[in-house]
């Protein structure tokens, strides 16, 4: 056994246990960590000398928390219940141990304490935390489909009732220090240099070696029973918004709240064998392992820079050059000012430049407002914001963004003005939603310095940002491009060059299928509503009239115009320049698109689709899942396309980009994910099923699915293919 811990005794007799995995940066949960805990408590409880324990930690976060890199292989290997629960119950019932000991153990909590981390705290008698910047705690497990599996639960809801602990749970909050003193979490903050003082003072002092929940007559703050009439009424509400909310798709929320409804009529040492069982039923769940993959490792190794070109040194972009200030242009402004980067901020004139800066003062306005700002800070971002039309500004960049209109003359135009005052090594970045990068590096004198950062709107909210390679784009520029998103503190996606790269074409095959379907006569609120349940967050109709269904009818000309002969229009572009051309509905913009727009906002489904598509009649409507079905293997056909053409350099790209790009159902991991869990031969099945049904080729899947079926192949696990962008 690696030791984790170390053990001191003081001439009080306070024993300090201080965590301090060897040779890593933070204490992870791994098996070690288990044993060496186990060892270390019972050492101290032997100890007669020991009259208390202080529990610390000697890195800068107390524990980062579960092992999920180990558990996410446990995962893809499929573990028997009974195995699982015996590792959770492992642990589990060694806090049990700790919190009944009968010596009294304090946190000395001095960094982020999440998940499993505050779970040990919570099977403390007291808890102390450093009022340090930066601290947090909290059970964010939900996030990945999982639940706090060793008292985490049953703590909070003893703790604080449930009532709160509901909301804390389901939402995974993460609570800085104060908050969650302020919610009865944990017992006192103090300044760093006084935690342990402090932890030993009550161990001195209050010392009390037993939970409230094993005193006589216990009771849980808020209510002792599910069956009193008030948090009847609130198990009821919350189980009927968690369906509504959730479309049965994601299983976690439901087991923490049953969690909560059993475990609170049952004492602590049965209750916590409840929870255990509703962490293994997770455990066994695929979305809690693809989730686990997806938002936390994979997206974690994305935000490390995985895919960055080694050997080019990091650059640290301390100003660069924004062209066109428009909605896009005035929100990389925005978040690169806030990032602490100079912008040169370009458009056509002043006044529209100007209006670029005043996007990010309005913001910041509000936040300042909002109490989330401090004025001095608002100043201070602003000026780094240098708004202009004079492109001799950008002589000592590192770096330009372009977004401009989608035109490929007018990106041609600013490319020239650009290319003549910048730095040779400067990188030339385009925010083309679709245009190849390749093409437009054409136009410039620095077509090795060209690269596409594709980001999405809002830019100040959404976390992507999908980073094109170019045929020529050299190591430096990718890795420069790359550095300067993680200063933005967004992840980035990398993937090669095509028309639409990943995300736009990815997306493009969701919002094509549903359009579809409208001519087809199916009812559009089928479409729309089974969207939804297919846990995307709006339908493919919505989301057509947000963007604009004139700018998809143009994105088809233009596409027209660049491939020549060589073009096949999708099969939604005539119903598209139908509603255009014929209708003049362009969609929200002017409040009439698939949906008919009210001047209070509120929509409703356009009834002269039916004049122009025909409703089959009711019995002929397809279910739920069919429509559902079509949608999902419409992406998984387009994403199998990505990877067996290159587009995409390695599954996790596309399954981070289409979660956290493009709306992919989270539950579902990404397209990639998904396949591997439903099986290739059955997408392979169904994709040859649906495009016989419907003589459509957007189901075709590349012959790479076909042999992946054939060889029991699958995108991640023990038996993964290499991508062939990287063969
Ligand atoms: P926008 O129309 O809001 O802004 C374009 C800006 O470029 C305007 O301020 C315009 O005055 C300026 N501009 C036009 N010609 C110029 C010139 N010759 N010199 C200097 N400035 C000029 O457009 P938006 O939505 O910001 O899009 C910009 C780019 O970002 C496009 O390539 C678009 O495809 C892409 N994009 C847009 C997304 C969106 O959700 N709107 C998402 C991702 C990419």
Same mark, same amino acid.
Request: charged share 25%; net charge neutral; hydrophobic share 45%.
């Given at each position: 056994?690696?030791?984790?811990?170390?053990?001191?005794?003081?001439?009080?007799?306070?024993?300090?246990?201080?965590?301090?995995?060897? %040779?890593?940066?933070?204490?992870?949960?791994?098996?070690?960590?288990?044993?060496?805990?186990?060892?270390?408590?019972?050492?101290?409880?032997?100890?007669?000398?020991?009259?208390? +324990?202080?529990?610390?930690?000697?890195?800068?976060?107390?524990?980062?928390?579960?092992?999920?890199?180990?558990?996410?292989?446990?995962?893809?290997?499929?573990?028997?219940?009974?195995?699982?629960?015996?590792?959770?119950?492992?642990?589990?019932?060694?806090?049990?141990?700790?919190?009944?000991?009968? =010596?009294?153990?304090?946190?000395?909590?001095?960094? /982020?304490?999440?998940? %499993?981390?505050?779970?040990?705290?919570?099977?403390?008698?007291?808890?102390?935390?450093?009022?340090?910047?930066?601290?947090?705690?909290?059970?964010?497990?939900?996030?990945?489909?999982?639940?706090?599996?060793?008292?985490?639960?049953?703590?909070?809801?003893?703790?604080?009732?449930?009532?709160?602990?509901?909301?804390?749970?389901?939402?995974?909050?993460?609570?800085?220090?104060?908050?969650?003193?302020?919610?009865?979490?944990?017992?006192?903050?103090?300044?760093?240099?006084?935690?342990?003082?402090?932890?030993?003072?009550?161990?001195?002092?209050?010392?009390?070696?037993?939970?409230?929940?094993?005193?006589?007559?216990?009771?849980?703050?808020?209510?002792?029973? *599910?069956?009193?009439?008030?948090?009847?009424?609130?198990?009821?509400?919350?189980? /009927?918004?968690?369906?509504?909310?959730?479309?049965?798709?994601?299983?976690?929320?439901?087991?923490?709240?049953?969690?909560?409804?059993?475990?609170?009529?049952?004492?602590?040492?049965?209750?916590?064998?409840?929870?255990?069982?509703?962490?293994? =039923?997770?455990?066994?769940?695929?979305?809690? &392992?693809?989730?686990?993959?997806?938002?936390?490792?994979?997206?974690?190794?994305?935000? =490390?820079?995985?895919?960055? *070109?080694?050997?080019?040194?990091?650059?640290?972009?301390?100003?660069?050059?924004?062209?066109?200030? #428009?909605?896009?242009?005035?929100?990389?402004?925005?978040?690169?000012?806030?990032? &602490?980067?100079?912008?040169?901020? +370009?458009?056509?004139?002043?006044?529209?430049?100007?209006?670029?800066?005043?996007?990010?003062?309005?913001?910041?306005?509000?936040?300042?407002?909002?109490?989330?700002?401090?004025?001095?800070?608002?100043?201070?971002?602003?000026?780094?914001?240098?708004?202009?039309?004079?492109?001799?500004?950008?002589?000592?960049?590192?770096?330009?963004?372009?977004?401009?209109?989608?035109?490929?003359?007018?990106?041609?135009?600013?490319?020239?003005?650009?290319?003549?005052?910048?730095?040779?090594?400067?990188?030339?970045?385009?925010?083309?939603?679709?245009?190849?990068?390749?093409?437009?590096?054409?136009?410039?004198?620095?077509?090795?310095?060209?690269?596409?950062?594709?980001?999405?709107?809002?830019?100040?909210?959404?976390?992507?940002?999908?980073?094109?390679?170019?045929?020529?784009?050299?190591?430096?520029?990718?890795?420069?491009?790359?550095?300067?998103?993680?200063?933005?503190?967004?992840?980035?996606?990398?993937?090669?060059?095509?028309?639409?790269?990943?995300?736009?074409?990815?997306?493009?095959?969701?919002?094509?299928? #549903?359009?579809?379907?409208?001519?087809?006569?199916?009812?559009?609120?089928?479409?729309?509503?089974?969207?939804?349940?297919?846990?995307?967050?709006? &339908?493919?109709?919505?989301?057509?009239?947000?963007?604009?269904?004139?700018?998809?009818?143009?994105?088809?000309?233009?596409?027209?115009?660049?491939?020549? *002969?060589?073009?096949?229009?999708?099969?939604?572009? %005539?119903?598209?320049?139908?509603?255009?051309?014929?209708?003049?509905?362009?969609?929200?913009?002017?409040?009439? #698109?698939?949906?008919?727009?009210?001047?209070? &906002?509120? =929509?409703?489904?356009?009834?002269?689709?039916?004049?122009?598509?025909?409703?089959?009649?009711?019995?002929?409507?397809?279910?739920?899942?069919?429509?559902?079905?079509?949608?999902?293997?419409?992406?998984?056909?387009?994403?199998?396309?990505?990877?067996?053409?290159?587009?995409?350099?390695?599954?996790?790209?596309?399954?981070? #980009?289409?979660?956290?790009?493009?709306?992919?159902?989270?539950?579902?991991?990404?397209?990639?994910?998904?396949?591997?869990?439903?099986?290739?031969?059955?997408?392979?099945?169904?994709?040859?099923?649906?495009?016989?049904?419907?003589?459509?080729?957007?189901?075709?899947?590349?012959?790479?699915?076909?042999?992946?079926?054939?060889?029991?192949?699958?995108?991640?696990?023990?038996?993964?293919?290499?991508?062939?962008?990287?063969?």
């Amino acid at each position: 056994m690696i030791d984790y811990f170390k053990y001191a005794v003081d001439a009080d007799g306070i024993c300090t246990l201080t965590i301090d995995q060897p %040779g890593s940066a933070a204490n992870v949960m791994d098996r070690n960590f288990i044993a060496s805990f186990r060892a270390n408590l019972e050492k101290a409880v032997a100890d007669d000398a020991v009259k208390g +324990i202080v529990l610390t930690s000697g890195k800068s976060s107390f524990v980062a928390g579960a092992d999920l890199k180990s558990m996410e292989a446990a995962l893809t290997t499929k573990q028997d219940a009974a195995t699982l629960f015996e590792q959770c119950w492992d642990f589990s019932s060694l806090l049990r141990r700790m919190e009944t000991c009968g =010596k009294p153990v304090a946190a000395a909590i001095n960094g /982020a304490a999440l998940g %499993g981390g505050f779970e040990i705290c919570l099977a403390c008698h007291y808890r102390v935390a450093s009022d340090a910047r930066g601290i947090v705690v909290g059970m964010p497990e939900v996030g990945v489909g999982l639940l706090p599996g060793a008292g985490g639960t049953q703590r909070y809801l003893r703790l604080i009732g449930v009532a709160k602990a509901l909301p804390f749970l389901l939402q995974g909050s993460q609570l800085k220090a104060e908050k969650a003193r302020e919610a009865g979490l944990i017992h006192a903050v103090v300044p760093a240099t006084e935690l342990l003082v402090e932890a030993k003072r009550w161990l001195r002092e209050a010392a009390d070696p037993v939970q409230p929940w094993d005193k006589k007559g216990f009771r849980i703050p808020g209510g002792n029973s *599910p069956l009193q009439p008030e948090l009847a009424q609130l198990f009821m509400g919350t189980a /009927a918004n968690l369906q509504a909310g959730t479309f049965h798709n994601l299983p976690a929320p439901l087991a923490i709240a049953s969690c909560l409804y059993e475990g609170m009529q049952l004492p602590m040492d049965k209750a916590l064998r409840v929870e255990c069982k509703y962490f293994v =039923k997770l455990n066994l769940d695929p979305v809690a &392992g693809n989730m686990v993959r997806t938002v936390f490792i994979n997206k974690g190794e994305a935000d =490390k820079l995985v895919r960055r *070109p080694a050997g080019v040194p990091t650059r640290r972009h301390e100003r660069i050059g924004v062209l066109g200030a #428009g909605l896009m242009g005035a929100g990389v402004a925005y978040v690169a000012a806030q990032a &602490g980067i100079d912008v040169v901020l +370009i458009d056509r004139d002043q006044a529209c430049a100007d209006k670029g800066k005043a996007y990010s003062e309005a913001r910041l306005k509000k936040d300042v407002e909002r109490g989330r700002l401090k004025a001095d800070r608002l100043d201070a971002i602003l000026a780094r914001i240098h708004p202009t039309t004079d492109y001799a500004a950008l002589r000592d960049v590192s770096l330009v963004v372009e977004a401009v209109f989608e035109d490929r003359s007018v990106k041609a135009e600013v490319f020239s003005l650009a290319d003549a005052v910048l730095k040779d090594d400067a990188v030339l970045a385009s925010n083309t939603s679709a245009l190849p990068i390749t093409g437009l590096a054409e136009t410039t004198r620095r077509p090795n310095k060209m690269v596409g950062l594709h980001f999405f709107s809002p830019v100040e909210r959404m976390p992507l940002v999908e980073v094109i390679r170019g045929r020529q784009t050299d190591d430096a520029a990718l890795a420069e491009a790359l550095d300067f998103v993680a200063q933005l503190r967004k992840t980035p996606i990398l993937v090669n060059d095509s028309r639409g790269f990943f995300t736009s074409r990815f997306i493009g095959a969701f919002i094509n299928e #549903g359009v579809t379907m409208v001519a087809e006569g199916i009812n559009p609120a089928l479409i729309e509503n089974a969207a939804r349940m297919a846990g995307y967050p709006v &339908g493919a109709l919505s989301i057509s009239d947000e963007i604009g269904l004139d700018l998809a009818w143009k994105g088809a000309q233009q596409q027209a115009n660049d491939l020549g *002969p060589d073009y096949v229009p999708g099969s939604s572009v %005539g119903i598209i320049t139908t509603l255009v051309a014929d209708h003049e509905r362009h969609g929200r913009k002017n409040r009439k #698109g698939f949906y008919d727009y009210a001047a209070d &906002g509120s =929509k409703r489904l356009w009834p002269g689709l039916a004049d122009i598509w025909p409703r089959k009649p009711e019995a002929e409507q397809p279910t739920v899942d069919e429509v559902r079905t079509r949608m999902l293997f419409a992406q998984f056909a387009d994403a199998a396309r990505c990877m067996a053409d290159g587009v995409l350099v390695d599954p996790a790209d596309g399954d981070i #980009g289409a979660c956290f790009g493009v709306g992919f159902p989270i539950y579902l991991g990404g397209p990639f994910a998904a396949m591997d869990t439903l099986g290739i031969a059955h997408v392979v099945a169904e994709c040859d099923r649906l495009a016989a049904t419907y003589a459509a080729d957007r189901y075709a899947i590349p012959q790479l699915l076909r042999d992946m079926a054939a060889e029991g192949r699958t995108f991640y696990g023990p038996n993964r293919i290499v991508p062939p962008a990287t063969r």
